[in-house]
């Protein structure tokens, strides 16, 4: 068994009790490698947005192990103090909606999280700089989020959740407003990422234009993971 990466056993969680208890996630068993890209694909309500916001310490689950870069972080309850922390230096989340803060500009909305870590100011706009250039977005650096079109919002929330290097990047649904080109080039630039910086990658997608791009797939089905071999198709 993998030591870094993400590790989940037996993850379960309820929300509720009592007669209006829902139980969203049953039984699920996850391994992702350092440098490797995993869907995450299941029905509507199968539970696939309430798995990533457990591991990304947003919500807590109700038993289970989670274990992120060889550190137990959860296992029938917190293993960790300062969840905020966990959530600022290990995880990128890269959201369904783009919650971009409206009075930043697009540059400094994707170089705010290093900047907060105490990077310059000029470097961190230099990486973000760097990283709208990937995603062919660098033109709207000045602009206020709001003149951006969805798919533009969306590729720089993209580059917001790749920027500090995380050891775990969690992608819901990142290329659903996307067309065909653009959203096989968000899926190389994960994959980049995830060998360059050995960046574990969870990516929650329903998108067919890249689901055959994954060589491992997990399915939810009623709150249980069935792991299934992908077509690992190349995308350069
Ligand atoms: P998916 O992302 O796969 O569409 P979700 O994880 O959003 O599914 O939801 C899984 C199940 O958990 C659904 O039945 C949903 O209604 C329920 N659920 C999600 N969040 C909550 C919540 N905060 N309170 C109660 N039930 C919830
Ligand atoms: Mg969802």
Redesign the pocket.
Known sequence: MSKQGILIEHLSKR??SGDTA?T?LKDINMQVSPGEVVGLI??????????LKCLGAVISPTSGRMTLGGSVIFDNGWKMNDLSALRRDKIGFVFQAPYLIPFLSVLDNVALLPMLAGVPNREARERAMNLLSSLDVQHRAQAEPVRLSGGEQQRVAIARGLINQPPVILADEPTAPLDSKRALAVVRILNDMARQFETAVIV?THDEKIIPTFKRIYH?RDGVTHEEVGEGRHVG
């Open positions: 929300f509720g829902v969203a299941g029905p509507s309500g199968s539970g696939k947005s309430t798995l929650v939810i």
